[in-house]
Each structure stands twice: as structure tokens, then as C-alpha cells.
């Protein structure tokens, strides 16, 4: 049988989907990827950046590359693959997106139950205090400063060598523990904690489904690795199953 079908199949059986994201589903709206073909990591070395040390040393260079980045994800827009996964969230009764990415597409696409496992780009937090804050930031007029502590304020996202926040960590544990189905889409499947959310979902009998222009380390231990765009395959999935 086609390899989608399989997965129609599935989905049609399924009342409980949990998905897993990464960079690959956004690649499509022109936000680009960490690793693989054209990844960031080619040009730049983010994890050099993105991690508190860099950012205790120069923060301006740091609040650069992030600028950087917030001013191309306010350019973008979701694409199929989001789309794809608001009408899957539509069809199964327990549905649960855990994403790594930080651009807030999956949320603008009319997702509903998002768990944001490394936080959002656009949202800012005190260095030092860790309050949120809301103030607007403008970096021309000098670097932002918690009203509260003084602390220098930083983009809300998981750094290299920081803690996933807990709630939403125990969040995406959970509903890979419960699922039937899991589906591991645009990721390279090697950052950890989120890497071993998929494999918690094997262990607890889920059957689990890989989409990935590349195979990773995880496609040899799926049930179904479907090799593709995210924006065509879950498209081909979402017109099958309406
Ligand atoms: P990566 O950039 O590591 O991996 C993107 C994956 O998407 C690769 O495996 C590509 O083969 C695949 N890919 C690219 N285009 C695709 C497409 N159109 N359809 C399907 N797959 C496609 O991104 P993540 O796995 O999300 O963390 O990276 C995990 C974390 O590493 C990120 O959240 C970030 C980074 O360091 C932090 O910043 C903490």
C-alpha cells in the first residue's frame, strides 16, 4: 500500500496523535533550518550564540543575531504543513503539537494545543530575574533592562546548556506516553530532551511515524519513515483524511 495510505489508516484508527516539530516544517515559509541541506549551521554557528555564556561575554552581539532572526520570522507566513496540522488536530480527539521551533507559526496557523518546548522568539525575559517582560525592545537606544531588577533582558528561548521549561517538558512527556500515534516532522531528531520524546512514544506503544527530507538517527527505528517535504506530505495526509 502507498505509504500515506498507511498512514490514513492509521490516523482514521487513532484517537489519540501526538506530533513533534522542528525547523523543517517552517523551511517552507522561508525560516531557515539548524542542520541539513541549507541549514544555518553552514553560515553561522549558532550554538556559539545562543547560550547564557555568550551572552554574559557580549550580549549586543548576541541581541544581534536575534534581531536578526525576529525580523525575518515577522516577514513569514505558516505554510502547508502548518496548515496540514490544524486539520489533523481537527480529526483526532486527543491531539497535542510539542514544537521546538520558536517562530510562533504553528499558534498564527490556528493550532490550538501547542506545547512550545523552547520557548518563543518573540517574547523576552530578565536575564537575572527571569520575569517576562513586555516592554518593546529597541536595541538602537542601548541594550533593554528588566524594570524590575535591572537585569539585562534576553529573548525567551531555550539556550544550549539551559533547562527546558518544566511544565511544558512534562506536558510533551506525557502526551508521548499516552499517544497512539507520534509523528516526528522537520527535526533532526538530535537535540535533547525534545530527541527523546519519540522514543518515549515507541517504548509506551505508540506506533511511530517519521516525515524528513533526510533520514536521521531516528528513521531506522520508526514503524513508517515517509521521506519528503513536511508542506507536501502532510497536505497529501490532511486532503486524504477530510
Ligand atoms: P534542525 O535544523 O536540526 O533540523 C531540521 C530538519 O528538518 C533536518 O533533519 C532536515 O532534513 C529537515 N527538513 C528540512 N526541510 C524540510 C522540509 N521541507 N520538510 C521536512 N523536513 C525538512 O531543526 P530542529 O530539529 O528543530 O534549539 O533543531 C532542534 C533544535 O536545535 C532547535 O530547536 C534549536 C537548535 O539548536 C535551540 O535553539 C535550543
Request: glycine share 6%; charged share 20%; with cysteine.
Amino acid at each position: 500500500m502507498n505509504q500515506i495510505l498507511t498512514l490514513v489508516n492509521r490516523l482514521r484508527h487513532s484517537d489519540n496523535l501526538a506530533v513533534l516539530t522542528g525547523a523543517g516544517v517552517s523551511a517552507a515559509s522561508g525560516v531557515p533550518t539548524f542542520r541539513g541541506q541549507n541549514g544555518l549551521w553552514k553560515k553561522y554557528r549558532p550554538e556559539e550564540l545562543a547560550n547564557p555564556q555568550a551572552f554574559r561575554t557580549h550580549p549586543e552581539v548576541v541581541w544581534e543575531w536575534y534581531s536578526w532572526r525576529r525580523q525575518l520570522i515577522r516577514q513569514v507566513h505558516p505554510n502547508a504543513a502548518h496548515y496540514a496540522l490544524v486539520e489533523l488536530e481537527k480529526m483526532v480527539s486527543t491531539f497535542t503539537l510539542m514544537t521546538q521551533n520558536v517562530d510562533n507559526l504553528h499558534q498564527l496557523s490556528g493550532s490550538i494545543n501547542v506545547i512550545e518546548l523552547h520557548g518563543n522568539i518573540m517574547k523576552n525575559k530578565c536575564f537575572s530575574c527571569n520575569q517576562p517582560s513586555t516592554e518593546d525592545i529597541h536595541l538602537g537606544s542601548g541594550l533593554p533592562r528588566c524594570k524590575l531588577c535591572d537585569g539585562l533582558i534576553r529573548p525567551d528561548v531555550v539556550w544550549f546548556g539551559e533547562s527546558l521549561p518544566m511544565e511544558a517538558l512534562k506536558k510533551a512527556q506525557l502526551a508521548a506516553m499516552e499517544c497512539d500515534v507520534f509523528l516526528a516532522v522537520g527535526t533532526s531528531a538530535v537535540v535533547e530532551p525534545a530527541a527523546s520524546l519519540p522514543y518515549l512514544a515507541k517504548a509506551n506503544g505508540a506506533y511511530l511515524v517519521e516525515i524528513n527530507t533526510e533520514e536521521t538517527p531516528l528513521s531506522s527505528k520508526t514503524d513508517l519513515f515517509l521521506a519528503g517535504a513536511a508542506e507536501q506530505i502532510l497536505f497529501e495526509l490532511s486532503e486524504h483524511i477530510k
